[in-house]
């Protein structure tokens, strides 16, 4: 039977207590039909659910629902009723016992260890204290094994290591066969990915291939302390709802953790760990792309996720022309140019600049904002800050 949600009309008020909490507005209040008024209905308004754009979240049935127990009216209140479709597993049972370890993938690109590895361990150290098994990470490329140590000394128990002149360039198909058949072999229970290009590129080709879940663009990771399941939390809806993902019946549990989100591992130099090289026959996989040319981007533009001071200009300015005064700012002080969601609506400053739950999420030393109200899916976005580390001032016109 298909999800299906309905209204029982003789019980609804027209309170909009249901309409206010719903993520996707899916709700409206209509005038009552002339047959609930010849049956003496007094309420005026009828609550009715468009039930094409309803994502079955259950937050409507629990308002009408709570409201109804106050209440303490056996007629009215409970009046909406959600029937979720039940999915029966056809395959074998999963064994969480079967998996063990918290795995990290350590991003190489054009040669360069990236920082998102940093902020993984930081996590990922969290979660596998939680549940008490190792932590591990994943590296693939070509002369990478030297940056194996540096991972240990932030915090990996372990490194698998895949050097070879085949990872040399990103490819989706020999990066996704390479870790699919390292899981397959090793059973790790989690699995963290950086949320960036690449990471979002081949980490779904992994889940499908390794037969489990993703959760994108991650903000949030704990562990259920009675389940031992990965809570993975992620902005849904534009930022107006932070939904938490669970993969109940499949592992590993996959998350791509959008970068800056959490802090980055201290280093203990020193650190000893496992280094093991993965020995692999490519000739096994069936790879049809292969890397013709990379051709960098031509921009003076300082990437707002990787800056340390961001002068950041919203609405409040009040036309584009003057974001003019937020570029000198930013160019004086040697930073970049952030910007809130409705400037990048309205067209004045490209998407790449938006810091927010909906843009980029950001850690400078110093953050600078005029004319930004304030809108917590934007403060959300710099909330990763140090206070210590930080300063933010707000300016409005």
């Avoid at 209509?30 to 659910?49: M, N």
């Avoid at 999915?87 to 074998?92: A, H, L, Q």
């Avoid at 290591?161 to 360039?169: K, M, R, S, T």
Wanted: glycine share 8%.
């Amino acid at each position: 039977m298909p999800n299906r949600i309905f209204v029982i009309q003789d019980r609804c008020t027209g309170c909009t207590a249901c309409s206010k909490v719903c993520p996707v507005t899916c709700i409206d209040m209509v005038g009552r039909p002339a047959e609930d008024k010849a049956k003496g209905v007094k309420w005026p308004k009828l609550a009715v659910i468009e039930e094409e754009k309803c994502i079955f979240c259950g937050a409507c049935v629990d308002t009408c629902n709570t409201l109804g127990d106050k209440a303490k009216k056996a007629d009215v209140f409970h009046a909406i009723v959600m029937e979720k479709e039940t999915v029966v597993s056809t395959g074998p049972a999963l064994d969480p016992t079967a998996y063990k370890g918290v795995w990290c993938y350590a991003e190489v690109r054009h040669g360069q260890l990236q920082p998102t590895i940093y902020e993984l361990l930081h996590v990922g150290r969290e979660l596998a204290g939680t549940l008490n098994e190792e932590l591990s990470a994943v590296l693939i490329g070509h002369n990478v094994a030297a940056f194996a140590q540096d991972i240990i000394e932030h915090g990996a128990d372990k490194v698998y290591v895949f050097d070879d002149p085949l990872f040399a360039n990103f490819l989706d198909e020999a990066y996704t066969a390479a870790l699919t058949e390292l899981i397959k072999q090793e059973k790790p229970n989690k699995l963290l990915m950086p949320a960036s290009t690449i990471g979002r590129s081949f980490g779904s080709r992994v889940a499908i291939a390794a037969n489990t879940g993703i959760t994108a663009d991650a903000t949030e990771l704990s562990i259920d302390p009675k389940t031992r399941m990965l809570n993975a939390t992620r902005p849904s809806f534009g930022g107006n709802l932070m939904a938490t993902i669970l993969c109940e019946k499949h592992r590993p549990e996959m998350a791509t953790v959008r970068p800056m989100s959490f802090p980055r591992a201290s280093k203990q130099p020193g650190r000893q760990g496992k280094v093991l090289n993965v020995k692999f026959d490519p000739s096994k996989w069936n790879l049809r792309a292969k890397f013709v040319e990379f051709v960098p981007e031509k921009s003076e533009i300082q990437d707002i996720a990787s800056a340390e001071i961001i002068v950041s200009g919203g609405y409040g300015l009040g036309k584009a022309e003057n974001f003019k005064m937020i570029e000198d700012i930013a160019k004086l002080l040697g930073g970049a140019v952030g910007a809130s969601r409705k400037v990048v609506d309205a067209g004045w400053i490209p998407y790449r600049h938006q810091v927010g739950l909906t843009g980029r999420t950001v850690r400078p030393k110093l953050y600078i904002a005029a004319g930004i109200s304030g809108a917590i899916q934007h403060l959300a976005g710099m909330s990763s800050n140090s206070s210590s580390r930080s300063t933010k001032r707000a300016m409005s016109r």
